[in-house]
């Protein structure tokens, strides 16, 4: 049976105001529903995230801003921490750990800038909301095998195809370099790269 992460409740202290702060990151407003006025619940959904997230009054007994160690995946990090900028969010410098993928917990073995080799999974930067939720944007270009099934193909959004096409053009023009010549076959190319990208399987050579 599939078992799909479909919603995170952040605790806020004021709900107007985190739903400012989430809406100016371009966040999608699904719902604002107050059935009585004890009672209300906020959703709003990342940009190409199949996981929304619920803020409001009466939806947790958590402390506001006990949310912690919450993850957004990008593609480019750097582009990432502009529009959070824009955004108002005012995120960390990016940053990578001092030994290697993924990152300790603190700031102690924090690196400044991208991982060097610009590796995916090394790439970080974090971000709090007004109640001091804390949330951590990683940068994933390529799945480790098995992350995905290498069957299926999707897309959460018509930016996320896009950034894949892009990458895969990269790529192709690469083969193209290599092998000396126009690729005829370049639409099966494509499609081998984009569900090996996916899947994290052996990409094609």
């Given at each position: 049976?599939?078992?799909?992460?479909?919603?995170?409740?952040?605790?806020?202290?004021?709900?107007?105001?985190?739903?400012?702060?989430?809406?100016?990151?371009?966040?999608?407003?699904?719902?604002?529903?107050?059935?009585?006025?004890?009672?209300?619940?906020?959703?709003?959904?990342?940009?190409?995230?199949?996981?929304?997230?619920?803020?409001?009054?009466?939806?947790?007994?958590?402390?506001?801003?006990?949310?912690?160690?919450?993850?957004?995946?990008?593609?480019?990090?750097?582009?990432?921490?502009?529009?959070?900028?824009?955004?108002?969010?005012?995120?960390s410098d990016v940053f990578h750990d001092a030994g290697g993928v993924f990152h300790h917990a603190?700031?102690?073995?924090?690196?400044?800038?991208?991982?060097?080799?610009?590796?995916?999974?090394?790439?970080?930067?974090?971000?709090?909301?007004?109640?001091?939720?804390?949330?951590?944007?990683?940068?994933?270009?390529?799945?480790?095998?098995?992350?995905?099934?290498?069957?299926?193909?999707?897309?959460?959004?018509?930016?996320?195809?896009?950034?894949?096409?892009?990458?895969?053009?990269?790529?192709?023009?690469?083969?193209?370099?290599?092998?000396?010549?126009?690729?005829?076959?370049?639409?099966d190319w494509y499609a081998r790269y984009l569900v090996s990208e996916q899947a994290g399987t052996?990409?094609?050579?």
């Amino acid at each position: 049976m599939d078992m799909k992460l479909e919603i995170v409740v952040v605790p806020v202290s004021d709900v107007d105001r985190a739903k400012d702060f989430y809406t100016a990151l371009g966040w999608r407003l699904d719902a604002d529903i107050t059935p009585d006025e004890d009672f209300r619940v906020v959703q709003v959904t990342p940009p190409g995230s199949p996981a929304s997230v619920i803020f409001g009054t009466s939806v947790t007994d958590r402390a506001p801003g006990s949310a912690q160690g919450l993850y957004l995946v990008v593609d480019d990090i750097e582009a990432a921490h502009e529009e959070l900028m824009q955004g108002g969010a005012d995120p960390s410098d990016v940053f990578h750990d001092a030994g290697g993928v993924f990152h300790h917990a603190g700031d102690d073995t924090r690196v400044p800038g991208p991982d060097p080799q610009r590796g995916s999974y090394g790439s970080f930067l974090s971000f709090s909301d007004p109640d001091g939720n804390g949330w951590f944007l990683q940068e994933i270009t390529t799945r480790l095998p098995g992350r995905l099934d290498p069957a299926t193909t999707s897309f959460a959004s018509a930016e996320d195809l896009a950034s894949a096409l892009r990458r895969t053009a990269a790529a192709h023009g690469e083969h193209e370099t290599r092998i000396g010549a126009e690729d005829p076959n370049w639409p099966d190319w494509y499609a081998r790269y984009l569900v090996s990208e996916q899947a994290g399987t052996e990409p094609p050579s």
